[in-house]
C-alpha cells in the first residue's frame, strides 16, 4: 500500500535544505518576505505582498491540508541558516497516482543558490518512491522566463500551453504552460542527473 501523505507528518530534508510542514506560527518566519519583497509574486495567481494577504495565504493552504488537497511547507535553508520560502504538493490524487508541485517561492538571497534543485530532488523523491506517484506535474505563467528554464534544468518535459487559462488578480488572464516529470523518467536517469547538478 502507498505512503499517504496526510497520514503522518512529512519532514524532507538533505545537507542543504529542510522542508517541513506548514503551520500558522510560521507567518513571523515568512513575514519580512511578504512585506519586504512584493514582486516574489509577479507571476503567482495568488498575492501574498503585505501581511493580510500573508495571513490568508497560510490560513487557506493549512485548510487545503485540512480538506486533504494539498501539504504545504515551509523551506530552510541550512546553509544560510535562514527561513527561505514555501513549496506545496496540491491537486493530490493518490487514486490516480498523480499530483502537481508548485505554489514554490523563495526570497531574493535563495534564488540561484541550488536551493531550488534540493528542494525539488526530496519532493520528487518522495512523490515517485514514497508515495508511489506515476506522474508529477507542473504548471507556471507562460511568460515566466526564469521559472520555466528552472523547470526544464531538473528535467521536466514541456507538454502544452494552455491559453488564456486563468484569470490574474490584475484583472487580465494568463496563459499556462504544463510541464512533467514521469516516475519511470525519474527512476531511469533523471535523479542521478539531478544529484549531479548539487553544489
Known amino acids: ?17 529542510l ?6 506560527n510560521d507567518f513571523e518566519h515568512l513575514l519580512q518576505f511578504s512585506e519586504n519583497e512584493p514582486e516574489i509574486w509577479q507571476y503567482s495567481l495568488v498575492r501574498v505582498a503585505g501581511s493580510e494577504n500573508l495571513n490568508r495565504y497560510i ?20 546553509k544560510q541558516k535562514k527561513y527561505a520560502g514555501s513549496t506545496r504538493f496540491y491537486d ?14 523563495y526570497g531574493k538571497d535563495f ?4 536551493l531550488n534543485k534540493h528542494c525539488k530532488f526530496l519532493m520528487l523523491d518522495f512523490a515517485f518512491n514514497k508515495l508511489n506517484i506515476e506522474r508529477v506535474e507542473f504548471r507556471e505563467d ?6 520555466i528554464a528552472a523547470m526544464k534544468i531538473i528535467g521536466c518535459t514541456a507538454e502544452a500551453v494552455l491559453r488564456s487559462s486563468w484569470p ?5 488572464r494568463r496563459d499556462t504552460i504544463v510541464l512533467s516529470i514521469l516516475r519511470a ?14 553544489d
Open 1 to 17: 500500500m502507498a505512503f499517504n501523505v496526510f497520514s503522518e507528518e512529512v519532514i524532507l530534508e538533505n545537507d542543504a535544505v
Open 19 to 24: 522542508l517541513r510542514p506548514l503551520n500558522i
Open 59 to 78: 490560513s487557506q493552504a493549512l485548510d487545503a491540508k485540512a480538506a486533504l488537497k494539498e501539504y504545504s511547507f515551509i523551506v530552510f535553508d541550512k
Open 92 to 105: 493530490i490524487q493518490l487514486s490516480n497516482a498523480s499530483l502537481q508541485l508548485g505554489y514554490t517561492w
Open 111 to 114: 534564488r540561484g543558490t541550488g
Open 142 to 147: 507562460n511568460n515566466n522566463e526564469k521559472s
Open 168 to 172: 490574474t488578480p490584475d484583472g487580465g
Open 185 to 198: 523518467e525519474w527512476i531511469s536517469d533523471l535523479r542521478e542527473q539531478l544529484k549531479k547538478k548539487f
